[in-house]
């Protein structure tokens, strides 16, 4: 009978109403029936709830050219100081050193660098892998991906907070290219037909290949994108987005990759701006999410 009621309603009436509650009293209403549900869950009311409202800070990498050392450092606003409580708006203090992952730790860790992000979740790295949220101070600690470093690899996370139950995923670029692969690579297209990465999830928590298949074309060769004259201090993970259920992410030659998580699919989208003009003027460009719009 409830369902009954439900259908009747038009969706729109229907967000309308669930709209006006409380946190709480629209959590219980998902639970109502199934229509609900869907409503809550296509429209996305309880994710304004689940996130802070305004910024409370940002993470910055940085590059010490006198100590050859990198780390992260946290910027916050001066409501989300220490000497400030926190405030509704922008919700619970952010730990921005990690105080709270503790792993068998007596001292805060004395180096870190973040390694990726995605809807509140944070990736770094210390003296391990780590994801942990900030705000909630959950964290987990996740086994290496191989014996190489991981600095040196693109690594991506993907969480969708109003998805039911929440779940995450990362991902990470299983090989790289250098000179050392000889001539052959040069020709080499990229990216390649089949991409292999490392994932892991927290269903499992163990990492496993997985292989994406290209759909279309290629960017070009290894040689023609001129992946080998990235800056070996700039972090290959940067610059990557995730979006109703694609990963987007911005590769050398200043081309971007969707890579599908449910199909295990992805396509090259070339960029319009010229990446010879770009290297020329000293310029990179990067990709974030807006309103679903990618720039």
Request: one cysteine or more.
């Amino acid at each position: 009978m409830e369902e009954m009621a439900a259908v009747f309603l038009p969706d729109d009436a229907l967000v309308g109403v669930l709209g006006l509650l409380p946190p709480r009293s629209l959590a219980a209403a998902r639970c109502v029936c199934r229509p609900w549900r869907r409503v809550v869950d296509d429209r996305r009311l309880l994710l304004p709830h689940l996130l802070p409202r305004s910024v409370g800070g940002f993470f910055l990498n940085y590059y010490d050219h006198e100590t050859v050392a990198t780390g992260s450092s946290f910027f916050a606003r001066p409501e989300t100081a220490e000497t400030h409580p926190p405030t509704a708006a922008c919700g619970p203090r952010i730990d921005g050193e990690f105080s709270f992952v503790t792993a068998g730790r007596e001292e805060p860790y004395h180096w870190h660098v973040v390694l990726g992000h995605c809807d509140g979740l944070v990736l770094f790295a210390g003296d391990g892998m780590y994801l942990c949220n900030p705000a909630t101070r959950w964290w987990a600690r996740l086994p290496p991906p191989h014996p190489r470093g991981y600095y040196r690899r693109r690594a991506h996370v993907v969480f969708d907070p109003a998805a039911s139950p929440p779940h995450w995923e990362m991902e990470e670029e299983h090989g790289e290219i250098s000179e050392e692969d000889g001539a052959a690579w040069r020709t080499m297209e990229w990216p390649p037909a089949t991409w292999t990465w490392h994932a892991i999830s927290s269903r499992t928590m163990r990492w496993v290949e997985r292989v994406f298949v290209r759909e279309g074309a290629a960017a070009g060769t290894v040689a023609g994108l001129k992946l080998h004259s990235e800056d070996w201090a700039d972090a290959p993970w940067r610059y990557g987005a995730y979006s109703q259920g694609a990963l987007y992410i911005r590769c050398g030659g200043d081309h971007i990759s969707r890579i599908s998580m449910s199909t295990n699919k992805y396509q090259v989208i070339k960029s319009p701006i010229d990446p010879a003009e770009c290297r020329k003027q000293g310029m990179q460009s990067i990709i974030g999410r807006s309103k679903n719009l990618y720039s």
